[in-house]
């Protein structure tokens, strides 16, 4: 089978707009709202990027049905981004809040991320060295521990284990495709294991 005949159409949402251009354009070379990257020996990506705005419009929905595979793509995490990504959450299809992935954006050499106090909400920015360790919030004076940003994602936004969460870094491309690679390969194995599990089917009850 040709690299040609291979083809996945991947949805890039954000609630923080901005990141769009900036994943999109590096990664795929041009300029826009969409874009193709060829991963060699793996297959042909089609990318569409949606601004949060436009996501109730019908046929935006229509198009993230039938997209293979969602991307969301995050950078900060505090509580009003949270919610933010939680409304987007609750108005995608069916099929594409399943094969939702997430991508941790990050501006080179960035080593810090924000988060939200677990006792009294106030946002902080904490550096990667910190994560796991416990810390006083400095407006509550409580301690909490400082959850890894990973680690973060996963569990404010629901994120199974089987989906993926990883950071990248903008404008570095190779990072990029690596991650859509990744992806690609994921998405391709839980394909592979759904189809090759034996599933019940059961005749509905006469009437």
């Known amino acids: 089978m040709s690299v040609s005949s ?11 707009g901005e990141l769009l251009p900036k994943f999109l354009e590096p990664v795929c070379g041009c300029e826009g709202s969409s ?3 060829t991963l060699r020996g793996i297959a042909d990506v089609y990318l569409e990027s949606y601004a949060p705005e436009t996501l109730e419009q019908e046929d935006v929905k ?13 950078d900060f995490l505090d509580v009003m981004t949270v919610d933010q990504i939680r409304e987007i959450l609750r108005n995608l299809p069916t099929n594409a809040a399943r094969n939702m992935h997430v991508l941790i954006c990050r501006q080179p050499g960035r080593t810090d991320y924000k988060i939200s106090c677990t006792k009294c909400g106030q946002k902080l920015m904490v550096q990667d060295a910190m994560a796991m360790r416990r810390a006083r919030c400095p407006r509550c004076q409580e301690f909490f521990q400082i959850p890894g940003q990973v680690d973060l994602v996963r569990a404010e936004l629901l994120i199974p284990a089987n989906r993926l969460v990883r950071k990248i870094t903008l404008g570095d491309v190779a990072i990029g495709q690596q991650a859509l690679e990744t992806l690609i390969r994921q998405h391709t194995n839980r394909s592979t294991v759904t189809k090759s599990t034996t599933m019940r089917l059961d005749l509905p009850p006469e009437v």
């Open 6 to 16: 291979v083809s996945y159409l991947v949805s890039v949402l954000s609630a923080q």
């Open 35 to 37: 874009g193709k990257v």
């Open 62 to 74: 229509n198009r993230l049905r039938e997209a293979d595979i969602c991307l969301l793509l995050v």
